[in-house]
């Protein structure tokens, strides 16, 4: 049984970094063709994908925030993390991750945590 | 990037047919494949993906759910509807880096 779960800061102030990580169960990110994925969605908006990672540390990045994204992770304990840099109001928003596979299909989701950036 | 439209609404009656389509202004086939996937998110949970690549169903989905299409123009029929599936729908391609639409919300009469 696949099962992921995100935690973060809840609230944090603009300008601060935010840190995420995603405990999964279920699958290895060190099996070939695994990945995990970061979606975030502000409250009662759409899907933005942020960035994945593969099992051979391969890394994607949503160009329109590339430069304030670092996506790692840590195989031995089933985690996957996402580092924003510099956030501002706009970054209020439920964060997802999810289990991604050769088609990168997000076939996995976890609940989501609500970050809200606010001073 | 890949654009995918989807109109933002679609209201159905009980027992009949939904279609939900969703348009890309690039070609998202690849070797025998259309990296067009679809998901169901309900109010206050988590999406869940129903079909992939275009026409596949995913594991759990009931078969009310189908999904086809190719190129640049992919559809989602629900048939019949049932009060349950009220909620969004998403499409998401992965032909390149992955981009979603932006929703249909679809309301059961």
Same mark, same amino acid.
């Given at each position: 049984?696949?099962?992921?779960?995100?935690?973060?800061?809840?609230?944090?102030?603009?300008?601060?970094?935010?840190?995420?990580?995603?405990?999964?169960?279920?699958?290895?990110?060190?099996?070939?063709?695994?990945?995990?994925?970061?979606?975030?969605?502000?409250?009662?908006?759409?899907?933005?994908?942020?960035?994945?990672?593969?099992?051979?540390?391969?890394?994607?990045?949503?160009?329109?925030?590339?430069?304030?994204?670092?996506?790692?992770?840590?195989?031995?304990?089933?985690?996957?993390?996402?580092?924003?840099?510099?956030?501002?109001?706009?970054?209020?928003?439920?964060?997802?991750?999810?289990?991604?596979?050769?088609?990168?299909?997000?076939?996995?989701?976890?609940?989501?945590?609500?970050?809200?950036?606010?001073? | 990037?890949?654009?995918?439209?989807?109109?933002?609404?679609?209201?159905?009656?009980?027992?009949?047919?939904?279609?939900?389509?969703?348009?890309?202004?690039?070609?998202?086939?690849?070797?025998?494949?259309?990296?067009?996937?679809?998901?169901?998110?309900?109010?206050? #949970? *988590?999406?869940?993906? !129903?079909?992939?690549?275009? +026409?596949?169903?995913?594991?759990? &989905?009931?078969?009310?759910?189908?999904?086809?299409?190719?190129?640049?123009?992919?559809?989602?029929?629900?048939?019949?509807?049932?009060?349950?599936?009220?909620?969004?729908?998403?499409? #998401? *391609?992965?032909?390149? !880096?992955?981009?979603?639409? +932006?929703?249909?919300?679809?309301? &059961?009469?």
């Amino acid at each position: 049984q696949v099962t992921l779960k995100e935690s973060g800061p809840g609230i944090l102030q603009p300008s601060q970094t935010l840190s995420l990580t995603c405990t999964f169960s279920g699958f290895s990110l060190s099996t070939y063709g695994m990945g995990v994925g970061w979606i975030r969605q502000p409250s009662g908006k759409g899907l933005e994908w942020l960035a994945n990672i593969w099992w051979d540390d391969d890394k994607y990045y949503n160009p329109s925030l590339k430069n304030r994204l670092t996506i790692s992770k840590d195989t031995s304990n089933n985690q996957a993390f996402l580092k924003i840099t510099n956030v501002d109001t706009a970054d209020t928003a439920t964060y997802y991750c999810a289990r991604i596979g050769p088609t990168t299909r997000f076939a996995y989701w976890g609940q989501g945590t609500l970050v809200t950036v606010s001073s | 990037d890949i654009v995918l439209t989807q109109s933002p609404a679609l209201a159905v009656s009980l027992g009949q047919r939904a279609t939900i389509s969703c348009k890309t202004n690039q070609n998202v086939d690849y070797y025998g494949n259309s990296y067009m996937h679809w998901y169901q998110q309900k109010p206050g #949970q *988590q999406p869940k993906l !129903l079909i992939y690549l275009a +026409s596949n169903l995913a594991s759990g &989905i009931p078969a009310r759910f189908s999904g086809r299409g190719s190129g640049t123009d992919f559809t989602l029929t629900i048939d019949p509807v049932e009060a349950d599936d009220t909620a969004t729908y998403y499409c #998401q *391609q992965s032909r390149n !880096l992955p981009t979603f639409g +932006s929703g249909t919300k679809l309301e &059961i009469k």
